[in-house]
């Protein structure tokens, strides 16, 4: 598997729903972030969560991020419609300067 | 609130020929970056700018690759000679330090025929 991982691959959930995404990677990191992208538009930061960090949240946003299982999550509460797109995890890896690697994200759709 | 940008939000070039796509990063921003996504793939890194040089760079950022930091402002990318599979979104990122938060431009969308 590659670095920055996320699971699943797709998710479809009711509005008002939470919306839980997982990501795992593979080498030590500095921090990682999560991104969303609304078909074939830009990447919109969403968290960023440093290493000596274990939870953040920002609005509906909770993420958490397990050094140990080098794992990371992004859980969305009381989804709306509007967070229909994809999500995609970064980790900054500690040996490789700033350059951030992607996963393949997972593709959330919110039905109302 | 500050943002990147990019010019031209779609390029379509004819094989071989050059292309220059340009982002106007974040004014106080230190850092740049270049990524690229090919269609239904995921984002991948191209290469990191500092102090006007490349700070570090991936395997698809061959020969064919440049990037120039003209002014005080603009941050580009050149392909000198474009391929079929040159073809992608091409994003622009900027942040103050290193290991800070990457914000990125809304991307060129370039099209090799």
């Known amino acids: 598997s590659q670095q920055g991982e996320e699971d699943p691959q797709a998710l479809s959930i009711q509005e008002g729903e939470n919306a839980t995404m997982n990501c795992s990677y593979k080498t030590s990191i500095n921090n990682l972030q999560w991104y969303r992208q609304n078909s074939g538009r830009g990447l919109v930061h969403l968290i960023l969560i440093r290493s000596n960090e274990r939870e953040k949240h920002s609005g509906r946003l909770r993420v958490t991020l397990d050094t140990s299982k080098k794992s990371s999550s992004l859980l969305i509460t009381a989804s709306r419609a509007a967070d229909t797109a994809s999500y995609f995890c970064a980790t900054d890896a500690l040996a490789s300067g700033s350059r951030l690697t992607f996963g393949e994200g997972t593709q959330l759709t919110v039905n109302p | 609130e500050p943002e990147v940008t990019q010019t031209p939000s779609h390029q379509v070039t004819q094989m071989g020929q050059e292309v220059i796509l340009r982002c106007v990063p974040i004014?106080?921003?230190?850092?740049f970056y270049w990524y690229r996504q090919i269609l239904g793939q995921k984002v991948e890194f191209l290469v990191s700018?500092?102090?006007?040089?490349?700070?570090?760079k991936s395997e698809i950022f061959d020969d064919q690759f440049s990037v120039e930091r003209p002014d005080g402002s603009n941050f580009t990318l050149k392909i000198r000679s474009t391929k079929l599979e040159d073809s992608a979104m091409y994003f622009c990122a900027s942040s103050i330090g290193t290991s800070a938060q990457q914000f990125f431009g809304p991307g060129t969308r370039l099209t090799v025929l």
């Open positions: 004014s106080n921003h230190l850092y």
């Open positions: 700018f500092y102090n006007n040089e490349i700070s570090e």
